[in-house]
């Protein structure tokens, strides 16, 4: 059994998502209200890992010997996993851009055409999204790193390095 304190979790992520929802309602731009409803979205995926986890810990507290009891182990250690590989890892998760680079072909993949292009040393690269911006998301983006350890990124693709760069 894994050492995740799935209850904890679960308050916060559902906290966040409410404070996300109430940091949404002041939102002056298209590109803040997407970062806000992918953050939603995401928190909402994480909400639901966490209930899936508590639901296997009640299993687990039947029988023992009991099949039931055996599939909420199993189930347990897949959502471990899935925590730790998915929302844990040291790449955060994207909420706007993000940038697919296949170092084998030395191909980048623009998400807005849908194809691969040629990865040159003119870009493209990740901007940092200003605060400003995403109306106050990244301090609540910090927040959640800081809490729960699962980071997000709000970036967009330039490819003009005067753009204020930031990979």
């Not at 731009?29 to 899936?52: K, P, Y």
């Not at 109306?135 to 490819?159: H, K, M, N, P, Q």
């Amino acid at each position: 059994m894994s050492d995740i304190d799935h209850l904890t979790l679960f308050t916060q992520f559902c906290g966040f998502k409410i404070v996300v929802l109430a940091n949404r309602l002041g939102c002056d731009n298209g590109l803040a209200r997407i970062a806000h409803d992918r953050l939603i979205a995401r928190l909402g995926d994480l909400i639901n890992l966490m209930r899936d986890a508590l639901a296997a810990e009640r299993n687990l507290l039947l029988d023992e010997s009991s099949q039931q009891n055996r599939n909420a182990a199993e189930d347990l250690y897949w959502i471990a996993e899935e925590y730790a590989h998915r929302w844990l890892s040291d790449r955060p998760v994207p909420l706007l851009d993000d940038l697919t680079i296949d170092l084998a072909t030395r191909e980048v993949f623009d998400a807005h055409a849908r194809r691969w292009r040629p990865l040159e040393d003119g870009g493209p690269w990740l901007r940092n999204v200003r605060d400003a911006e995403l109306c106050g998301l990244r301090r609540i983006i910090d927040e959640i790193a800081a809490e729960t350890g699962v980071s997000f990124s709000a970036c967009r693709i330039v490819y003009d390095a005067s753009d204020g760069v930031t990979l």
